[in-house]
């Protein structure tokens, strides 16, 4: 067995500066294994950080040890409110609980009922991950929240029943093409809707600011143009987030359909749909969420001027969310 690199806290096993590093990180930040961790063992995980973080660390307790009960706290405790997050709005949950829905959006023939549903379903499901893993070191209030939620939901119904309404009304697609435009409404669709769910859930960090911190995670100062940046950031990832969850699928299934053996199996369409799904997902969610650092790096000379006066760092730090 290789060794444990040192465990320092609150950060990271792997260089938090490359890609390839954040995406080991969030690899291990979304194992859905730790869905599966009991009330003892959170309890036992946190006991231990504090126990290091106290310097009173029985002498028995290894590297590796540390580094498993850090990624459960970080698996389940939000990094600023310290409370639980809800099992099915944890980064380690999506796949698991968002797999039957995207599959949902995923299925062929949809009628104006199913289409309405499953983005609705979808957005919901999205909205709480957003709320659930935001910046929360300023108070969100519940009308911000269902304001934000509200209007995510309109948007991706609205995006989705209009593209679908375009494709239908067009005269110059074949059947085969329309069948296969068709099976690619979702993408733009849950892309732009994703991008407006997270912009309005939230919306309130534009107006509250987040803190700013220095590289000893003393806070400097609440920042506008921090919360900015962090909405920035988190909108892109969840832009290219459903690229490969509802482009890949389609296409595979799209090719085994023209093959001589897979339609005499009819069965097999939706275990078939289930795996792609879920492999893309898999895949997907680490990717998107590495492309940029959850303690993410703002340089002082784009912050407001109070900020500047207040330190001789030439950058802070913030949480982005996720």
């Keep these: 067995t290789t060794k444990a690199k040192p465990f320092t806290l609150d950060s990271s096993k792997y260089d938090q500066g490359t890609f390839s590093g954040r995406f080991k990180h969030f690899l291990n930040v979304i194992d859905p294994r730790t869905l599966l961790t009991t009330k003892n063992e959170l309890e036992d995980s ?48 999506y ?23 499953w983005q609705w379903l979808n957005q919901s499901h999205n909205a709480c991950v957003n709320y659930c893993n935001r ?90 143009k921090a919360a900015k940046k962090a909405l920035v950031e988190t909108a892109m990832t969840r832009a290219f987030l459903p690229a490969p969850i509802l482009l890949i699928p389609p296409v595979i299934m799209t090719m085994l359909e023209r093959t001589k053996w897979f339609p005499r199996y009819p069965r097999l369409n939706l275990p078939a749909q289930a795996v792609l799904v879920t492999a893309s997902f898999g895949l997907a969610l680490p990717l998107a969420i590495a492309l940029f650092p959850q303690k993410s790096q703002i340089s002082v000379e784009e912050l407001e001027p109070e900020i500047k006066i207040k330190t001789k760092e030439v950058a802070l730090y913030y949480n982005k969310g996720l």
């Design 95 to 117: 796949v698991p609980f968002g797999t039957p829905i995207v599959i949902g959006l995923l299925l062929p023939n949809q009628t104006l009922v199913s289409t309405v549903f």
């Design 135 to 224: 910046n929360a070191t300023q108070n969100t209030s519940m009308s911000d929240f269902i304001s934000g939620y509200v209007g995510a939901v309109s948007s991706a119904v609205g995006i989705a029943l209009g593209l679908n309404a375009l494709v239908k009304r067009s005269t110059k697609l074949s059947p085969l093409t329309r069948s296969l435009v068709q099976r690619f409404v979702p993408f733009p669709a849950v892309a732009t809707a994703s991008v407006c769910n997270v912009v309005l859930m939230r919306h309130s960090e534009l107006s509250t600011g987040i803190e700013v911190t220095d590289a000893n995670d003393n806070v400097v100062g609440i920042s506008k």
């Design 46 to 93: 946190l006991s231990l950080l504090n126990s290091y973080e106290n310097g009173s660390l029985p002498q028995n307790v290894t590297d590796a040890r540390l580094w498993n009960a850090q990624k459960i706290k970080q698996a389940i405790i939000h990094p600023d409110t310290g409370d639980k997050i809800p099992m099915p709005f944890r980064m380690s949950g």
